[in-house]
């Protein structure tokens, strides 16, 4: 005999007191701040990412306090230690200006020019600002407690020391066998693990690389286009389609990286820091930079790299921002579209925070088995 299956009355009603179960508690989220000044500014910080830019404050007070008051620990040594001995160079081929110059504002200029010349959003302006900023000042904020707290003497550290000339060889000495008058260069000499120079230049021209490969999509794997030739984030009766890797495009984003690895050699050249010390710098800012861009964008792979995370949880207004209860803007990080649930399932995407859920269908008569 055929029968009928239908969603009942009850399912479809547990559906509707969910979702504005949902819209309420947003709702209480928001009445929970309650009104008037101390209102105003909770709802201000919860919808911005001023929580961002004074931890980013924070961060660069605290590399002030360290770079102008914090000596480093200094190890014990011994005058004939040849992997100390090396001349100390006056001229640096690298020198500290050079380095801001080549990884800060290069990259951040060439950063700036990229989303003009894309005609990118003041979202897309404002993240990638932030992102390359944090990635900045928290290697440098690590790496400068990190040099402080080991306290690894450089290999040019005999120059720099000049120790006393009756100081006995084959014996641990400490700093006050030292002549040195000048107190940068004498305490500067043990600050060689991690390499600084190997960080900064990673952490900047490592995100400028990392944001061309977002832009100019040079790692995507597939994108999701309609059979109308259109492209959406939501993946229903929409087909995923391969994308050709361009290598101009690679080898444009690898440039930054050839320019951070030739920084970090030549450290080595000017016997700053030993082999151990350029690797693991360069290391420690890869490792962060790609962490503090992995905060505000998806994943390379994704047909989507190009578009930033959207910040809080909302609902999308007419002009493709996320809209609070109250019409509010706000912004949510959310996951990259090959992370939908298949079939019709719950669909998330990148730029997008709510869940597309299958419509409501009434489902033909079935036959019963024979």
Not at 315 to 330: P, T, V, Y
Request: glycine share 10%.
């Amino acid at each position: 005999m055929p029968m009928s299956m239908a969603p009942s009355g009850h399912t479809r009603d547990s559906r509707n007191r969910t979702r504005a179960g949902s819209l309420g508690t947003l709702g209480s989220i928001e009445s929970k701040h309650g009104g008037g000044l101390i209102g105003s500014v909770s709802r201000w910080w919860m919808r911005s990412y001023t929580s961002d830019w004074v931890a980013f404050s924070l961060l660069l007070v605290g590399y002030i306090f360290i770079a102008a008051f914090v000596e480093p620990f200094h190890r014990l040594f011994t005058i004939n230690d040849i992997r100390i001995s090396f001349p100390h160079a006056e001229v640096e081929r690298v020198p500290v200006s050079h380095l801001f110059a080549y990884a800060l504002f290069l990259p951040l200029f060439l950063l700036l020019l990229t989303n003009y010349l894309l005609h990118s959003p003041r979202h897309i302006h404002h993240l990638s600002l932030l992102g390359f900023l944090t990635s900045i000042i928290l290697t440098t904020f690590l790496t400068d407690l990190i040099k402080n707290m080991v306290g690894r003497p450089r290999p040019d550290l005999i120059a720099r020391c000049q120790p006393l000339p009756d100081t006995p060889p084959n014996k641990l000495v400490g700093v006050e066998i030292c002549t040195q008058t000048d107190h940068h260069t004498l305490h500067d000499g043990w600050r060689s693990f991690p390499s600084g120079h190997s960080s900064f230049a990673f952490a900047g021209l490592g995100y400028l690389a990392l944001f061309w490969c977002g832009q100019f999509r040079a790692f995507s794997t597939s994108s999701s286009s309609s059979p109308g030739g259109g492209s959406s984030g939501i993946m229903d009766g929409m087909e995923k389609v391969l994308v050709k890797r361009d290598l101009l495009k690679a080898l444009l984003c690898l440039s930054p990286l050839l320019g951070a690895l030739m920084i970090a050699i030549s450290r080595c050249m000017d016997y700053r820091h030993d082999v151990e010390d350029v690797c693991v710098g360069s290391l420690m800012g890869w490792v962060i930079t790609y962490w503090s861009y992995r905060r505000y964008w998806p994943r390379l792979s994704n047909g989507r790299c190009g578009e930033p995370y959207s910040g809080m949880n909302g609902e999308r207004g007419d002009q493709g921002d996320l809209l609070g209860g109250n019409g509010a803007r706000r912004y949510s990080r959310v996951r990259d579209e090959e992370e939908a649930v298949g079939g019709g399932g719950f669909q998330r995407n990148v730029g997008t925070s709510s869940f597309v859920s299958p419509p409501d269908v009434e489902l033909g008569p079935l036959e019963s088995p024979r």
